[in-house]
């Protein structure tokens, strides 16, 4: 079985500019949640789907929004990119809202320039 | 809120060795879950093994154990049997399950970085 895909896995975006990234999860799994990860720190998290209703918010600008799709995969949007904004983005995955397991994707490398 | 502390930066083990990464946390929280991961330099975390408050046996996965003392708030990861390909970023998260600020998210440790000696 396929794990926790994403895409693109690495891209480079100039200051002002939107990204969109994407992640399905593992099949199965109703819940989504994504991550930044800043090189030298731990994940931070983002947000949190499940059956498609947001869950959770982290302590992130509004610049920062996403949704869950009707086959539960996930776009996180980026608008108005800053410098700070460069770093591993992660998507996770688990069956239900509070999984034992939660299987995270290998991240989209964002840089901005 | 919750915070987790990982207190080694780095460590070092020779192959076929113990080494114990340890983890402290801090939660107002009754109920929660304590996970750990492995991330190589290839960026992917990978989920190793999972402890919920109420457990009361310490959880195994193969070659990994958690060693879960509660009044103490930690959650020491050991792995046995060191392998070279053990080498990697250890993260120590928690999550909260049962409301809360934190229910639902993972609140993750700055990490430990181990090297495994051949």
């Known amino acids: 079985d396929a794990g926790v895909t994403q895409s693109p896995t690495h891209l480079i975006k100039t200051r002002g500019q939107h990204v969109t990234l994407r992640c399905s999860p593992i099949?199965?799994?109703?819940?989504v949640s994504w991550y930044q990860q800043v090189l030298g720190q731990g994940p931070q998290f983002i947000f949190q789907y499940y059956e498609k209703e947001e869950r959770g918010r982290g302590n992130f600008p509004d610049r920062f929004s996403a949704r869950q799709f009707p086959n539960y995969s996930s776009e996180l949007n980026v608008n108005a990119l800053l410098l700070g904004d460069s770093a591993l983005y992660l998507c996770a995955s688990s069956f239900g809202h509070l999984g034992n397991t939660i299987y995270f994707g290998e991240g989209s490398w964002l840089t901005v320039v | 809120a919750q915070k987790i502390t990982q207190t080694q930066p780095g460590m070092f083990v020779q192959e076929k060795e113990a080494v114990t990464l340890d983890c402290t946390y801090d939660?107002?929280?009754?109920?929660?879950?304590l996970f750990w991961y492995k991330q190589p330099s290839s960026g992917e975390m990978i989920f190793l093994i999972y402890q919920g408050s109420y457990d009361e046996q310490n959880a195994t996965e193969g070659r990994y154990s958690l060693n879960f003392q509660k009044a103490r708030k930690s959650a020491n990861l050991v792995i046995s049997a060191s392998q070279l390909g053990d080498s990697a970023m250890y993260f120590c998260a928690m999550r909260a399950n049962a409301g809360g600020t934190s229910y639902g998210k993972l609140t993750f440790g700055q990490g430990t970085i181990l090297t495994v000696h051949p």
């Open positions: 099949s199965g799994h109703k819940s």
């Open positions: 939660t107002s929280d009754q109920s929660y879950g």
